[in-house]
């Protein structure tokens, strides 16, 4: 009698335990470890409550039924203990159930193969609870958790194969026997268990992997649009700027004239006139640009960044060996020149005035080409987790996501690095 109890009570505490890891497993505990804890403690004493009680004075049947009732109750107190809703975490806690029920039957009747089965039949339902719990920590939990926020749809399903097994161990005079009795019935009723999540998880991972793969189209959809938006307004920066060298072409012809008028001056012997002429036209006069590469929308932006960054007091070092002609489209280039050079300008005018400012631009060509813009940033300055630039501004951040999408669209090696406080991005295409 004695052996009997402390045999039973060990398997009633491990199947106790093992139920409340398992549950936790599948489910988020609201203050993480220490939910698990009070959940383990409350349930291993009312199991080994109850279990003692009924072996002195009942027999299996009725604990069987008192531990459903118990097992049911339970699933009640434990709820606060959860961050689920109370319908996810009933789905949750009856697939515990469910799974708890089938471990039962299946370590009872392999028990039997063994020398001393009350202990063998413990042993068996210890390792069958680690391969499960196992099996969902490492394979099966992503897709139970959507399983679960999907549990109006599967409730039916896990609520149905409750109740058929739970019929088995409360409508019955003797569990043993209808164990042992029902052995066929119970072993296609875990099977049919078994397949029916088995289909259920298949059937989300599967939609899982499509749902995946529309959100990635339609990120790619988002860059291409992005970019062409983007270059599209680089393409009216540029035509704007073109406008400006007529201009300026307009201005040289002007100019033609003038010197002809100097010399006419100066043919008739009046210097002061011509002095005064040309002292006026080189204090209105514009200066001429710098050529800093062959491209002309790179060129372009960045004569203008260069610029805005000479007015607010910073260096720049600039060595650029960038063709007229590329084998990708020289304006959406352009667009990733200036987007990462007004980046660089906008970093170092936050600097203190301490700090060093300047910027250094340096584009090589060995085969691909290289692109590098290094400048001093704040100590605070980091990464998110996909090694970008992170925004702290809303509205900020774009101009990183169309340099992205360029890379993306080229097969081009884009790196951003934060070392020393020096910010450094790398383009390799």
Not at 28 to 38: E, Q, V
Not at 137 to 151: G, H, I, V
Request: charged share 15%; hydrophobic share 45%; aromatic share 10%.
């Amino acid at each position: 009698m004695m052996n009997d109890l402390i045999s039973n009570a060990i398997r009633g505490s491990v199947t106790a335990i093992m139920n409340v890891l398992l549950l936790f497993t599948l489910t988020k505990a609201r203050h993480g470890n220490r939910s698990m804890i009070i959940a383990l403690v409350i349930v291993f004493i009312t199991d080994i409550a109850s279990t003692f009680y009924l072996y002195l004075f009942s027999d299996l049947t009725t604990l069987s039924r008192v531990n459903l009732i118990t097992i049911i109750m339970l699933g009640i107190v434990l709820k606060p203990l959860s961050k689920e809703s109370f319908a996810q975490w009933m789905f949750k806690y009856l697939t515990a159930t469910n799974i708890m029920m089938m471990i039962i039957f299946i370590s009872f009747h392999a028990g039997k193969f063994f020398p001393h089965p009350q202990y063998a039949h413990t042993l068996i339902r210890l390792l069958l609870y680690i391969l499960v719990i196992l099996l969902f920590q490492y394979r099966l939990l992503p897709l139970y958790q959507e399983t679960s926020q999907n549990w109006p749809i599967f409730s039916a399903l896990v609520f149905c194969i409750f109740l058929n097994f739970s019929y088995y161990f409360y409508a019955t005079n003797d569990i043993q026997v209808t164990l042992a009795t029902s052995r066929i019935s119970l072993s296609l009723l875990s099977l049919l268990a078994a397949v029916a999540y088995g289909t259920v998880f298949s059937s989300l991972k599967r939609l899982s992997a499509l749902h995946d793969l529309e959100i990635e189209n339609l990120r790619i959809q988002n860059d291409r649009a992005l970019l062409a938006h983007a270059t599209a307004t680089m393409g009216e920066r540029l035509s704007l700027m073109d406008q400006v060298a007529q201009q300026l072409s307009i201005a040289s012809h002007d100019r033609r004239h003038y010197h002809g008028m100097l010399l006419h001056l100066l043919e008739q012997g009046d210097a002061k006139e011509a002095i005064a002429s040309l002292r006026q036209q080189i204090a209105a006069g514009p200066s001429r640009g710098i050529t800093y590469c062959q491209n002309k929308a790179v060129q372009a932006v960045t004569a203008y960044y260069i610029e805005l960054a000479t007015s607010r007091g910073i260096r720049c070092d600039i060595d650029l060996d960038i063709p007229s002609s590329m084998p990708f489209d020289s304006v959406a280039f352009a667009l990733v020149v200036a987007n990462l050079l007004e980046n660089a300008v906008e970093a170092v005018s936050a600097l203190p005035d301490r700090q060093q400012r300047c910027i250094q631009f340096s584009c090589i060509r060995r085969g691909r080409l290289m692109l590098q813009i290094s400048n001093p940033c704040l100590q605070e300055t980091t990464l998110g987790p996909d090694g970008l630039p992170q925004a702290n501004e809303s509205g900020h951040g774009i101009g990183t996501k169309s340099v992205v999408a360029f890379a993306e669209q080229y097969q081009a090696e884009l790196l951003y690095t934060v070392k020393d406080c020096t910010f450094t991005v790398r383009l390799l295409i």
